[in-house]
């Protein structure tokens, strides 16, 4: 493979940042067909704005959704869990990414964690 193939497959992710090679799209077997993943989790990617993520980050949302789906009726009378669904920062929620994924849907008010891939600034 030439320096410019090697170029045209070589991406960032978009979610983190991470260098990373997606080659789903090129007739190669990409990297992350190594990382398993729950049914549960390859739903919820499909909610997402993201056509690929690194391998750190698939492994990240397996944990999330994973952790979404373990809480389901332990949550207090307001359905969270501090720690887990949000922690106070300055006297203020901040909502986390399991949260967001038991939430169901992208609020679009560009949340610090937001694990759709909604990026407030892009909208404007």
Known sequence: MGS??????TAHCPRCGADMVCS????????CADIELSSLTLAFLQKTSYSCLCNACLRQYEAWVGEAA????????????????????????????????ERGHCCQSGCRHCPYGYDSKQQQ
Request: hydrophobic residues 35%.
């Open 24 to 31: 789903a799209g090129k007739g190669q077997r990409c990297a």
């Open 70 to 101: 373990k809480n389901v009726g332990t949550a207090n009378a307001d359905g969270l869990l501090e720690g887990i669904h949000y922690y106070i920062e300055d006297g203020k929620w901040v909502f986390t990414p399991v949260y967001h994924i």
């Open 4 to 9: 410019d193939e090697i170029q045209q497959l």
